[in-house]
């Protein structure tokens, strides 16, 4: 704990250190799929069928985000013929992408953080990284990119936020599957 101030002024007093970015996770070998679900009095019903033929393949799912006439996920990539040849079977029209890499920036309390989404938007254009989905938590920010930017992407990050290569973590989709995450 700290006081500082002149007779005139109220102290300052600061009980804690301010928290921000220490830690980078990388999960490489990811896959995003984009499935056409029309805007139509059926879209609910499609949705819920691609669900349906996702699971019955055994393809779990994440990053998972509705729009008006699509459905957007993300699956380990050892997944990606099971989910074409699924989805594709069941009439879907889809765009597969491979070949992908979740980057995971933590941080405590993630949203009491000003200006951290600019610095990682910032970070992602210099590196030249495409963003393909988000998700975030209160600890986390998840950027899902093309797996050949990873290298640029975290050094990026790296430098903007003050952390050093050990506060980079890399891990498989498939480590994360069997921990439950």
Known sequence: MSSHGSPNQSPHVSFERERGVHAL?????????????????????????????????????????MHRTAVTLAFAGTGIERAETALT???????????????????????????VMVEISDALYTAGALLYETGDSHNSVLCLIDGDRVAP?????????????????????????????
């Open 25 to 65: 996770q990388i999960t490489r070998n990811v896959a995003h799929v984009v499935i056409s679900v029309g805007d139509d009095a059926l879209r609910s019903s499609r949705i819920l069928q691609v669900f349906r033929t996702l699971s019955e393949s055994e393809v779990a799912v994440f990053l998972v985000k």
């Open 89 to 115: 079977q069941s009439d879907f029209r889809v765009t597969l992408r491979r070949d992908l890499a979740v980057v995971a920036i933590r941080a405590e309390s993630m949203r009491d953080l000003s200006g």
């Open 153 to 181: 992407v975290v050094e990026e990050l790296r430098q903007r936020f003050g952390m050093d290569a050990d506060a980079v973590h890399e891990t498989s989709i498939e480590a994360e599957a069997e921990a439950g995450l």
